[in-house]
């Protein structure tokens, strides 16, 4: 976006002044928009360098959050009103402009104007990827190829709605596990730092012998007690840098994701999750029209943990080369049998997409099963 002061006469004679973000990057497109109501513009200058970062970054900081649901509901509404035979113009302007969301009113009216330039409906959400997924672009762009717009947002905001559901039921299920974790460490804060000098200044008014194991406890407290605004300083730094690291170095990062592969029970959740949203992705791009190939990369850019991006990649070189999407899954070797071989019978059934569909289906079941156990 872009930022420009103007000074315009109203129809009514009025004059008015005030600031503006349009999508346009010069003056006369600016002037021209500005116009479009019948106002004479008597002034539209591009503001650039610390005015315009200024008036970004306070934007940024105070633009509301947005839930994937809200973006489910926004495609879905789309859909309906588009399939209605709605021009597209007055969609955008229902589904998006007049949303309680002001982060995606304010993103409807930029799309909205964008559109009104001529730009098309997938090159306007592009802008907003923080918003719509590449799966929401890429959907839209091939549903105006297509001409079933209607249908592609649909299946985009059906596709959301189930992967949002995947993650809230993850991290309901490690809000108690990190919970307890926290709860036990609080314990043993106030047993270190309250309870033991209280034991010790009885040990030492009865005048006894202790054990080792209780003298390494006391040493262990008056540590603590002394050094603990050093310690949690350290420990803070250590996480920080830990974190960076991890998403910085590709090397850590990749060695991150296969640890996370082979820890007990958390394999298990992250083997479903990819499951499930990899078969879903991939089953609604096929549906779509999306070549195999080209459904394979788009998935992999997705993905978040890098082995699985490695495997899809592997996968879509063998299917260049001649061998089938079955051997390639299989020859990973991160895939479960079971998915590999309703892969090959879809492969050769002609139904992959109803496969892959059934499969995000049932993982999504057996991720729900897990979390919650």
């Known amino acids: 976006m872009s930022y420009y002061t103007y000074k315009l006469i109203e129809r009514t004679g009025r004059t008015r002044r005030g600031f503006i973000d349009l999508p346009f990057e010069n003056e006369q497109s600016a002037w ?23 008036i970004t970054f306070f934007n940024s900081f105070m633009e509301q959050s947005v839930k994937r649901e809200d973006i489910s509901e926004v495609l879905s509404n789309l859909a309906v009103m588009l399939k209605s035979g709605i021009p597209a113009m007055s969609a955008i302007e229902d589904a998006i402009i007049d949303n309680e969301n002001g982060t995606i ?6 799309m909205l104007m964008r559109v009104e330039s001529g730009y098309s409906f997938s090159d306007a959400i592009s802008y907003y990827p923080g918003l719509f997924p590449p799966v929401v672009q890429f959907l839209c762009r091939v549903g105006e190829e297509s001409g079933t717009l209607d249908r592609t947002l ?12 995947i993650r809230k ?7 108690y596990p990190i919970m307890a974790v926290v709860t036990i460490f609080l314990a043993m804060g106030f047993w270190i730092y309250w309870v033991v000098p209280t034991l010790v200044d009885l040990f030492r008014t009865m005048n006894v012998e202790l054990p080792w194991l ?3 406890i006391i040493d262990v407290s008056d540590y603590l007690i002394n050094n603990l605004e050093d310690l949690v300083i350290k420990l803070a730094i250590l996480l920080v840098v830990l974190v960076l690291i991890v998403k910085r170095v590709p090397a850590i990062k990749r060695a991150w994701h296969l640890l996370i592969l082979k820890l007990p029970l958390i394999k298990n959740v992250a083997i479903q999750f990819n499951t499930a949203f990899i078969t879903e992705y991939f089953g609604l791009l096929i549906s779509a029209g999306v070549d195999i190939t080209r459904s394979l ?7 978040e943990n890098l082995i699985y991006r490695e495997k899809l990649e592997h996968v879509r070189r063998r299917l260049i080369e001649g061998n089938s999407l079955r051997g390639g899954f299989s020859e990973v070797e991160l895939f479960p049998r079971f998915v590999v ?4 019978i879809g492969e050769e059934s002609g139904s992959l997409p109803e496969q892959l569909h059934y499969i995000a289906e049932e993982y999504s079941d057996r991720l729900s099963r897990t979390v919650n156990g």
């Open 32 to 54: 021209a928009y500005l116009e479009r109501t019948g106002d004479t513009v008597i002034s539209a200058r591009l503001l650039g360098g610390v005015i315009g970062m200024l």
């Open 105 to 110: 009113s304010r993103a409807g009216r930029d």
């Open 154 to 165: 649909k299946d985009a905001a059906d596709h959301i709605r189930r992967m949002d559901r």
């Open 169 to 175: 039921d993850i991290r309901s299920a490690l809000t």
């Open 214 to 216: 209780t003298v390494v």
């Open 297 to 303: 990369t788009l998935i992999s850019e997705t993905l």
């Open 341 to 344: 071989r309703m892969i090959g």
